[in-house]
């Protein structure tokens, strides 16, 4: 008797204290999740890549081509890594949820900081991204990234992700995504976004169709010496700008050129040439 008596006490001295014990495991719970790092939204305006790009892209005296202070990109390294690490932390649902403009400029951020990636895996010992490739593979088929939870090349990005998805429809694409070379159009000094893309791709465009060094025209032989972009991305003027002479044309009184060049230009008579391209690394001289 005595000891049931015991533990009657016991347990009627404590009223609640399972009820207790409960909010004690709850409260603990919630600062131990209030203690975690959570994984922050992805930042749509591309800040790090932005901030790195202002810092080591410069464009010439004309604003028609720029360099990169790849040294520079070295020491910032980290801050780079930083970067495309929250790029591939974006899944495909989360992808396919934006607005076309942002899902354009996400690739096209992610093509130029890759390319820069790829660069600093050998530099400053090469004189040319072509030396990263090999005798059976080129350096845009390299699969070394992971984006939208896959393993990817350069090519895949561009060719599969940017130029193969049929809403885009956007040749003036060829003037924002970047080679690492003298002869592709420049590295711009800001990232791409979704809500300036247009006018960013536009003034891309304008930028390198002003440069008389890759592009120019010859009223003497009728022959508008342009660069070679267009003949190797020549199915995607046709498919979607009326072909490469209507966006030439379309493009002539914007670029600096001359009343009567412009003149000529319109009249459609003109014949095409292609520059030689200049592989030679993009870098600060």
């Given amino acids: 008797m005595r000891r049931n008596s015991h533990c009657v006490w016991r347990k009627n001295s404590l009223p609640g204290a399972g009820a207790d014990m409960r909010r004690i495991l709850f409260a603990v719970f919630v600062l131990m999740l209030s203690s975690m790092p959570l994984q922050a939204a992805f930042d749509a305006t591309h800040g790090q890549w932005d901030a790195l790009l202002k810092q080591h892209v410069h464009w010439n005296k004309k604003g028609t081509a720029s360099s990169v202070d790849y040294a520079g990109f070295v020491k910032d390294r980290g801050r780079l890594d930083n970067y495309l690490k929250s790029l591939s932390m974006v899944g495909k649902q989360e992808y396919s949820n934006w607005p076309l403009n942002e899902q354009q400029a996400f690739l096209i951020n992610a093509y130029n900081a890759h390319t820069v990636q790829l660069i600093l895996t050998r530099y400053p010992n090469l004189e040319s991204i072509k030396e990263l490739g090999s005798l059976f593979s080129s350096p845009w ?99 979607h700008a009326g072909g490469v002479k209507s966006f030439l044309v379309r493009y002539a009184d914007k670029t600096g050129m001359y009343p009567a060049e412009i003149s000529y230009l319109k009249q459609k008579n003109f014949k095409i040439d292609y520059s030689v391209y200049d592989w030679s690394l993009n870098k600060a001289r």
């Fill in 141 to 239: 088929k390299l699969e070394y990234f992971n984006l939208l939870g896959e393993k990817r090349s350069l090519d895949d990005v561009e060719h599969r992700l940017l130029r193969g998805d049929k809403r885009y429809r956007e040749p003036r694409i060829h003037f924002a995504v970047n080679c690492a070379s003298v002869g592709c159009p420049a590295l711009r000094d800001e990232a791409y976004t979704g809500a300036k893309l247009a006018s960013q791709l536009e003034d891309q465009t304008l930028r390198f169709l002003s440069d008389k060094s890759r592009n120019s025209l010859d009223l003497k032989t009728g022959r508008y010496v342009v660069s070679r972009i267009f003949d190797w991305y020549k199915d995607d003027f046709d498919s």
